[in-house]
T-cell receptor
């Protein structure tokens, strides 16, 4: 079946512009995660959605970052007024449920370059 | 101090070697534990879950020590295809996942 998809796969933007990244999770997965991975570094947790519960936004680095999820489907991560330090791969993952030790399935990521 | 810390690496080993990675976590309320594998410029993929009693999957053995708050991964008879970055992952009971920075393994002929 279809895995997690993300779009765009690559995005080059000028400093100061807003960008919107999209994630389509696996159908039926109630949990959705966003991570950021800078070159040569580990995954940095950004935000976590579980069903209809309030999202865990504790990893968002600044108020320029926000994310939404429509029900248990598509999620968008928005970065306003992009800065060069926002350049990274943004990974989305989904799983069956956040309260159980289910495997996270990752999308291929969006590579963001801020010039 | 990071919530999840891994051996800094890199590990460079010959084919056939046995190699072990350790990972420590700081949140004693952590509930579930995993090892993921990430190939260069690819997304992470689950390697194995880590159970309290320890578990084995072929050449891979994972162990958990709750008292000392560490997790280990042992790879026996290393193959060239094992070359990758290995990520330790810890979940709280609220579902949030924390990834370690990873340990890079290179297996050489």
């Amino acid at each position: 079946g279809a895995g997690v998809s993300q779009s765009p796969s690559n995005k080059v933007t000028e400093k100061g512009k807003d960008v919107e990244l999209r994630c389509d999770p696996i159908s039926g997965h109630t949990a959705l995660y966003w991570y950021r991975q800078r070159l040569g570094q580990g995954l940095e947790f950004l935000i976590y959605f579980q069903g209809n519960s309030a999202p865990d936004k504790s990893g968002l680095p600044s108020d320029r970052f926000s994310a939404e999820r429509t029900g248990e489907s598509v999620s968008t991560l928005t970065i306003q007024r992009t800065q060069q330090e926002d350049s990274a791969v943004y990974l989305c993952a989904s799983s069956l449920g956040g309260l159980s030790p289910y495997e996270q399935y990752f999308g291929p990521g969006t590579r963001l370059t801020v010039t | 101090r990071k919530e999840v810390e891994q051996d800094p690496g890199p590990f460079n080993v010959p084919e056939g070697a046995t190699v072990a990675f350790n990972c420590t976590y700081s949140n004693s309320a952590s509930q579930s534990f995993f090892w993921y594998r990430q190939d260069c410029r690819k997304e992470p993929k689950l390697l194995m879950s880590v159970y309290s009693s320890g578990n084995e999957d072929g050449r891979f053995t994972a162990q958990l020590n709750r008292a000392s708050q560490y997790i280990s991964l042992l790879i026996r008879d290393s193959k060239l295809s094992d070359s990758a970055t290995y990520l330790c992952v810890v979940n709280t009971n609220a579902g949030k996942s924390t990834f370690g920075d990873g340990t890079t393994l290179t297996v050489k002929p």
